[in-house]
């Protein structure tokens, strides 16, 4: 495990793929405080940088490992750490260490000059974990289908798509079941502070739910890549 560490470290140092999303991820994220402190939930209006931010955190968590697919260098890899789980495992945790400070640094500047109350912190602390998790499910993706277009168009559909598509279904019923289980409704039950009675979710079942979707991913991907010859 520590050889695949030190392997991913370096190659992450010289060929730096995920400088840009972490670095668009941070300025989405941020982007928010442009939006100022009106409205009934400031805090839930400057976290709205989140919904973009995340976009980013996907790219990044696709790139670390589908854009070895694309330009073959995940034969070298392979060849260099053999024991698959424990390539994943190193990408995984380098992938935490860069989108955490990067999702940190994003909702600390988004929320920077409002009140530091409890639902306030609350919020942005579930918004730089949600942003973790999902890098690590887009890892996952990426991990199961090995391309990047069909992997962050998997998960871009999952994050902005599905809500919608959901509202087609002729069952009410299962309309709003399985409307508490895509990410789009954790992330708003994350940075609401205010009528949080009225919310599908609550702050701890909305990070069950991407905690979810990020094991299953995580998981799936693993098994895949176990299972292929590349």
């Known amino acids: 495990m520590r050889a695949a560490l030190r392997a991913e470290w370096a190659k ?9 999303p972490l670095t668009l991820a941070v300025l989405l994220t941020a982007a928010g ?3 100022g402190d ?3 939930d400031p805090v839930q209006l400057r976290l709205l940088g989140v919904r973009l931010g995340q976009a980013a955190v996907a790219a990044a968590g696709v790139q670390i490992l589908a854009g070895e697919y694309r330009t073959g260098l995940i034969r070298s890899t392979l060849l260099a750490v053999p024991r698959r789980t424990h390539l994943l495992a190193a990408k ?3 992938l935490t260490a860069g989108v955490a400070p990067a999702a940190l640094l994003g909702v600390t500047a988004a929320v920077l000059t409002l009140p530091a109350t409890t639902p306030m912190l609350r919020a942005a602390i579930g918004s730089v974990l949600y942003l973790i998790l999902i890098g690590l499910l887009s890892l996952g993706t990426a991990a199961a289908v090995r391309s990047s277009a ?6 871009l559909a999952l994050l902005y798509l599905m809500p919608m598509l959901l509202q087609i279904l002729p069952d009410p019923d299962w309309q709003r079941a399985l409307y508490r289980l895509t990410p789009a409704t954790a992330v708003q039950a994350l940075t609401t502070t205010t009528d949080t009675t009225s919310l599908a979710l ?3 079942s909305a990070l069950a739910v991407v905690t979810t979707w990020t094991t299953a991913a995580l998981l799936l991907g693993a098994v895949l890549l176990h299972r292929r010859d590349t």
Do not use: E, F, K, N
């Open 12 to 20: 992450l140092r010289t060929a730096p793929a995920l400088l840009l």
């Open 150 to 155: 069909a992997a962050i168009s998997i998960v």
């Open 38 to 40: 009106h409205g009934i």
């Open 92 to 94: 995984a945790t380098l």
């Open 202 to 204: 609550t702050p701890a």
């Open 33 to 35: 405080a442009a939006l």
